[in-house]
């Protein structure tokens, strides 16, 4: 019998991961040496590498909505730092910034860099004990219970869509993956 390599094996680094960690971890904090993250990238990289490509300047959601367990968290690192300015509004809508500079403070109070594993998960089955997850490198590791916290980013197009599409000139209907506003020109 193979003794698990994590009680608690979270694929997915970013936002949902990273709420999922903070979570376990305030509920839990003894199974801190029992967790591990899976993830190709950084902590939150795709998500900030997609609001950067989309020009997005401010979040949409209230400053309650954030991966920490704690309500005021956010606007409280914000207070701390002198940042209150970053947000605006009636709810308090966060700029991208300060929103990226929360988790990254987040991931290093929770030292949850050194928990991440760099590979991409190829697979997933039950075993007797859990389940194990198959790595890139042709690997496993085998936990008591998994988090998956993906975002499969696969483009949805519905089927009402296909025709116009189709008729659309080239480069003319883009996917917002496909869209980064510092090099795609949209005029037209």
């Not at 960690?21 to 993830?39: F, K």
């Not at 990289?45 to 968290?73: F, I, K």
């Not at 956010?74 to 709810?91: I, P, Q, V």
């Amino acid at each position: 019998m193979r003794s698990p390599d994590a009680d608690t094996l979270v694929v997915g680094a970013g936002p949902h991961g990273l709420a999922a960690c903070a979570y376990l971890l305030s509920e839990r904090p003894a199974d801190a040496g029992g967790l591990l993250v899976i993830d190709p990238q950084g902590w939150l990289d795709e998500w900030n590498s997609r609001l950067r490509r989309l020009g997005v300047r401010r979040l949409r959601s209230s400053c309650v909505h954030h991966p920490d367990p704690g309500p005021c968290a956010l606007l409280g690192f914000a207070r701390d730092r002198g940042r209150e300015a970053e947000m605006t509004g009636s709810f308090s809508l966060p700029s991208v910034g300060l929103f990226a500079d929360f988790c990254a403070a987040m991931v290093d109070r929770l030292g949850l860099e050194e928990v991440r594993v760099p590979l991409r998960v190829t697979g997933l089955r039950s075993d007797p004990h859990g389940a194990a997850v198959e790595l890139e490198d042709g690997s496993s590791l085998h936990a008591r219970r998994v988090v998956l916290a993906t975002n499969p980013a696969v483009p949805r197009i519905p089927a009402w869509s296909r025709a116009p599409l189709g008729a659309a000139p080239a480069g003319r209907v883009r996917h917002s993956d496909d869209v980064d506003l510092d090099v795609t020109p949209l005029a037209g």
